[in-house]
């Protein structure tokens, strides 16, 4: 079935750190891909995402590029500030029958420290 | 944007309870999902519907049930509240254009 392999946290930085979270998915056909944010105390919000090969998806300095070769979809960021520190989750929806859900990583909590 | 409202934010109730969680979207959208959030183990999937009374499982449906009389509102019903069941609970819409999903703000409940 569909899997999504997110690095293990706690990942601790400090500001202005270059961050690189590693995300690699197995898939039958062809995903797409997500990464979601999670600010303390609420849900899930989508931060960006890619549909298909070679695709990058940007948002708020983050970036993901969609490896089809590697089945990966790292997410990076050149600069952190302790406003990022969150849990990050990656995930997939692999398109098949009617119904797209998404299959998620288990998240990997970042941590910034001024 | 489409808009997911969950009634409660935190929600403290005893074990044997019946328990109802409900999020509402303002939109019309169809696919609607309910997940648990635990540390160490990620976003599980409860239930899911795709219409109106349609629902299926997901993977971990034991413990809960769902109801979708309306197209907007997606219950959760733990039918009889045990101590495992304390967890945060997530609601997630479809909004269509490459399938991603609008989150609600969760409710974390306690069982004591």
């Known amino acids: 079935g569909d899997s999504v392999t997110q690095m293990e946290g706690p990942v601790t930085l400090s500001e202005e750190a270059f961050l690189t979270i590693n995300c690699t998915y197995t898939?039958?056909?062809?995903?797409?891909l997500f990464w979601y944010v999670q600010y303390p105390g609420e849900g899930l919000q989508l931060l960006l995402k890619?549909?298909?090969?070679?695709d990058k998806g940007s948002n708020k300095g983050f970036e993901a590029t969609y490896r089809k070769e590697t089945t990966s979809f790292h997410l990076e960021k050149g600069s952190v500030q302790v406003s990022d520190s969150a849990v990050y989750f990656c995930?997939?929806?692999?398109?098949?029958?009617?119904?797209?859900?998404?299959?998620f990583g288990k998240g990997t909590l970042l941590t910034v420290n001024p | 944007d489409v808009k997911v409202t969950q009634s409660s934010r935190y929600l403290v109730k005893r074990t044997g309870e019946k328990v109802f969680l409900e999020c509402v979207q303002d939109?019309?959208?169809?696919?609607m999902f309910w997940y648990r959030q635990d540390p160490g183990l990620g976003l599980r999937l409860i239930y899911f519907?795709?219409?109106?009374?349609?629902?299926e499982k997901g993977d971990i449906p034991e413990g809960y049930s769902v109801s979708r009389e309306k197209k907007e509102r997606f219950s959760l019903i733990l039918e009889s509240a045990s101590t495992n069941q304390t967890s945060m609970y997530l609601c997630?819409?479809?909004?269509?254009?490459?399938?991603?999903?609008?989150f609600g703000s969760g409710t974390r409940l306690t069982v004591v």
């Open positions: 995930a997939l929806s692999a398109p098949g029958g009617s119904n797209y859900k998404l299959t």
């Open positions: 898939a039958t056909g062809y995903p797409s």
């Open positions: 890619a549909t298909k090969a070679d």
């Open positions: 939109m019309d959208h169809e696919n």
């Open positions: 519907s795709y219409d109106v009374k349609m629902k």
């Open positions: 997630a819409i479809q909004t269509g254009a490459n399938y991603g999903y609008t």
